[in-house]
């Protein structure tokens, strides 16, 4: 079964960055799709970025573009969403996700989710 822990969250003031770890466990990690996704209070939740197995495609939500970064390092099982630039409307509860056989993307319902992060950007 796999499992993901994510850690890095926390409080920030605009314009800091923070780095995000999502931990991958119980299966080989290098073949399967990553992502990650928010949920601010009230809303539903979004999009944010993804990394396939094969790393050479990734995907940003627009609100995000330019501004984060996504990358994987299948020697540590780990993905990692750089976050630049932060605002404050970037404060959610931040998901690690993970599916094998299909692409995380906007819309899409991984399979495996890990239980989140909190990240708080103070204006």
């Known amino acids: 079964q796999v499992q993901l822990v994510e850690s890095g969250g926390g409080l920030v003031q605009a314009g800091d960055s923070l780095r995000l770890s999502c931990t991958f466990s119980?299966?080989?990690?290098?073949?399967?799709?990553m992502g990650w996704f928010r949920q601010a209070p009230g809303k539903e939740r979004e999009f944010v970025a993804s990394?396939?197995?094969?790393?050479?495609?990734?995907s940003f939500a627009d609100s995000v573009k330019g501004r984060f970064t996504i990358s994987r390092d299948n020697a540590k099982n780990t993905v990692y969403l750089q976050m630049d630039s932060l605002k404050p409307e970037d404060t959610a509860v931040y998901h690690c996700?993970?599916?094998?056989?299909?692409?995380?993307?906007?819309?899409?319902?991984?399979?495996?989710w890990g239980q989140g992060t909190q990240v708080t950007v103070s204006s």
């Open positions: 996700a993970s599916d094998r056989f299909r692409a995380v993307v906007a819309g899409s319902s991984p399979a495996y």
């Open positions: 119980g299966r080989t990690f290098s073949l399967y799709n």
């Open positions: 990394i396939g197995w094969n790393v050479g495609s990734r």
